[in-house]
């Protein structure tokens, strides 16, 4: 029995040692030589002090600030720790109503804005964090905190213009604006009142 035990036994100790140690150190190696900032968080640091990561959501609800998109991450959304989406089809009625209240909400807090409402400023993204928003939801946003900085609309349409990033490889996703640097961007430029 043993000589059929050994070999087994051999095996799962190998695997261990190599997908439980070797790999993983591996892996954090190459991450931490090759792609550092990333393997870390990518965060974000002002003045010394780390406010963010570029890579995950947070809520800014100012009106001199960009705002994100709507999260379904967590009981009051922005929870790193509960990354999801809502799961709510599309002709779920919770999900209606939760789209109904972004509207509302983004008319009143935008007078001024008259157009279509972009859809990932009242829809949550798939992890319910996602950094990022289009560039047309920026510029919805435009008129709102020119005035709450007094400033006027054209610099803020330039500083979105100027923080957007393209498509990735040139093809794949639409262009956007990551909301934490944008917003770091206004305040380098403009102090609000």
């Not at 190998?14 to 591996?26: A, D, E, Q, S, W």
């Not at 109503?97 to 509302?104: I, L, Y």
């Amino acid at each position: 029995m043993w000589r059929q035990l050994a070999p087994a036994f051999r095996m799962v100790l190998f695997f261990t040692v190599l997908t439980g140690l070797v790999y993983p150190g591996l892996v954090t190696g190459l991450g931490q030589a090759l792609f550092h900032r990333q393997a870390n968080g990518s965060l974000i640091e002002v003045n010394g002090q780390i406010v963010g990561s570029s890579l995950i959501g947070q809520n800014f609800t100012k009106p001199e600030y960009f705002h994100p998109r709507p999260s379904a991450a967590g009981d009051n959304g922005y929870d790193a720790s509960a990354s999801n989406a809502s799961n709510f089809g599309p002709t779920n009625q919770k999900l209606v109503d939760r789209v109904k209240a972004s509207v509302e909400q983004f008319r009143k807090e935008n007078p001024d804005y008259t157009g279509p409402i972009p859809a990932d400023l009242v829809t949550a993204s798939a992890s319910g964090l996602d950094p990022d928003i289009s560039v047309g939801a920026a510029e919805a946003q435009a008129a709102r905190i020119a005035r709450a900085r007094g400033i006027p609309v054209d610099q803020v349409l330039q500083i979105i213009h100027e923080d957007a990033r393209g498509r990735m490889l040139g093809f794949l996703g639409e262009p956007r604006v990551n909301v934490l640097s944008i917003n770091l961007e206004l305040d380098r430029h403009f102090f609000h009142r």
